[in-house]
């Protein structure tokens, strides 16, 4: 099967993205690369030689999608591993993540920083390694000593220049003139988005969720800059007077949104983030992780995500993967909706609508993927288990039977069924 060819997937229980009730013994008839039918099998009239697959008893999904992740190669997660490795190595590795998330049935992901990302986005393009659809935004600011640069902490003997040379996921920059700079520069390398880190990270002492990482002046540049551009603006903002301004300023998305103190999102915040249409990506899985693993979130950052939710905020799923011993790729992308339901008490349809839909909309992508619509890239996934009886069902690979992006079957000979969870 190739993407050219036209051929049918007959039987499935279809869950489409949209929102709707499940289709059950469905068609769905692929060319080039696009769904160019969507019916029950029973009125479906398929041309002569078309191809068939039967897929009776299996349930057909779009395919999925991670508004968060870092493609790094990171063997760790202290500042000295990620300096130290050379940055071949890290590529190397990072070829690996984007295939693991590919195998778990994500089809496009949007990246939160990468050194690497514009450069897998290509590879995997132009058909040289196997991976997502990736919305690139290379390495986007953070404040000098801020959550992307780990100089001060250890660090502060090895010459500045080569540390951050290294750095993975983002590059200090300070002071508004040498901001916009950065972000037409950024533009120039053909980012898909910008994101910038507008407060801590709570990577030491001194990153603070807390504080405030950009002035007003500063935010305000970096905003328009993208924005003048047409590129939106995806921003790592974890406490409520910084909320508070990147609303204000328009941003596109707020990333984690949530606070070491436990603020939460008031019904005031809540209310204009729906009105501008401002996604909220909540990465609730990174917050059980290694090394620093919470138990349960704190109730009020609950509280303030349902709220959110409840009042119209498009909540997304992102994993915000970024080592793969701590936070191993693909199985950490799936498990984000199964923390949808259980600690935000997401339906199960909800969770796959944060993940495929919304996210969708949220990378631009929703006139050609997110949903199984006529005239829509042929990205789909097929499981063995009913995600709406238990989301964990997309967590287990052996579940995924295909996975189909712009109508090509990946990891043809069925290696996704056979493959152990990393
Ligand atoms: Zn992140």
């Known amino acids: 099967m190739t993407s050219s060819d036209e051929y049918a997937l007959l039987g499935a229980t279809l869950i489409d993205g949209s929102g709707g009730p499940p289709l059950k013994d469905s068609a769905v008839v692929v060319k080039n690369a696009r769904i160019i039918e969507v019916a029950e099998r029973k009125v479906i009239r398929l041309r002569e030689g078309v191809q068939t697959l039967d897929l009776t008893g299996l349930f057909l999904l779009p395919g999925l999608i991670d508004c968060h992740i870092h493609f790094i190669g990171v063997s760790g997660w202290q500042p000295i591993d990620w300096i130290t490795e050379s940055n071949y190595m890290e590529a190397i590795r990072a070829v690996a993540e984007v295939r693991a998330v590919l195998e778990h049935g994500f089809t496009t992901v949007r990246s939160a920083g990468s050194r690497y990302d514009l450069h897998l986005r290509r590879a995997i393009s132009e058909g040289t390694i196997p991976g997502p659809r990736i919305r690139a935004c290379g390495l986007g600011p953070c404040r000098s000593s801020g959550h992307g640069d780990p100089v001060p902490r250890d660090l502060y003997d090895i010459p500045e220049d080569w ?10 920059c300070d002071g508004v003139e040498d901001l916009r700079k950065l972000i037409r520069r950024l533009i120039g390398q053909n980012v898909d988005h910008i994101k910038f880190w507008a407060t801590g990270g709570g990577f030491w002492s001194r ?31 974890e406490n409520m007077e910084a909320i508070r301004k990147i609303v204000d300023l328009g941003v596109d998305s707020i990333e984690h949104g949530d606070n070491e103190e436990g603020q939460e999102l008031d019904a005031e915040i809540c209310k204009k983030m729906a009105d501008k249409n401002i996604f909220l990506c909540p990465t609730i899985g990174v917050n ?39 936070t191993p790729y693909g199985i950490s992308s799936s498990r984000e909706l199964g923390c949808l339901v259980e600690v935000l008490e997401f339906t199960p349809m909800e969770a796959i609508i944060a993940a495929t839909k ?64 990393r």
């Not at 540390?163 to 200090?172: E, F, G, I, K, N």
């Not at 949903?371 to 042929?378: D, Q």
């Open 288 to 326: 059980f992780a290694e090394p620093d693993c919470m138990e349960k979130l704190p109730e009020p950052i609950v509280a303030g995500y349902q709220r959110a939710h409840s009042l119209g905020v498009k909540i997304i799923a992102g994993s915000d993967s970024y080592a793969a011993p701590v």
């Open 207 to 237: 990153d603070r969720m807390r504080d405030s990482h950009y002035s007003v002046e500063e935010m305000t540049v970096i905003v328009e800059e993208a924005h003048m551009f047409g590129l939106r603006v995806m921003c790592h903002a």
């Open 163 to 172: 540390v951050r040379s290294s750095l993975p996921w983002a590059q200090p």
């Open 358 to 421: 919304h996210a969708a909309q949220a990378c631009e992508l929703d006139e050609v993927t997110g949903s199984i619509e006529v005239g829509k890239y042929a990205d789909m996934i097929v499981i063995r288990r009913d995600p709406l009886s238990d989301i964990h069902a997309l967590e287990q690979k052996q579940n995924l039977v295909y996975v189909f992006k712009e109508g090509r079957p990946m990891f043809e000979g069925s290696e996704i069924s056979r493959g152990e969870d």
